[in-house]
């Protein structure tokens, strides 16, 4: 895929998608004389799979104060 693809298919600038390369957040080779972007359809999907697992870890973290805040009222009530 050229760099313009996966930016189009993120809905990122191409700089934005340029910055993930060069961080090593997706991995992409630099191809020609100008170094000129190319990432593998694999390690875009790869990528796009990291992200779901972060957002998950993100919401579970996010909801497990809640969820014990939930569990100590439940059993606050079955001691009354």
């Known amino acids: 895929m050229r760099l313009e693809d996966v930016a189009?298919?993120?809905d990122f600038s191409p700089?934005?998608?340029?910055?993930?390369l060069n961080d090593g957040d997706?991995?992409?080779i630099k191809?020609?004389?100008r170094g000129i972007w190319r990432v593998e359809r694999s390690e875009f999907?790869?990528?796009?799979?990291r992200l779901y697992v972060a957002t998950?870890?993100?919401?579970e973290a996010e909801s497990a104060p809640e969820?014990?805040?939930?569990?100590?009222?439940?059993e606050?009530?079955?001691e009354r």
Not at 56 to 59: A, D, G
Not at 67 to 74: M, S, V, Y
């Open 8 to 10: 189009e298919e993120l």
């Open 15 to 20: 700089a934005a998608t340029r910055k993930l």
């Open 26 to 28: 997706l991995k992409g």
């Open 31 to 33: 191809v020609g004389g």
């Open 45 to 49: 999907e790869a990528y796009i799979q």
């Open 56 to 59: 998950q870890r993100s919401i």
């Open 67 to 74: 969820l014990k805040k939930q569990d100590q009222e439940q």
């Open 76 to 78: 606050q009530d079955q």
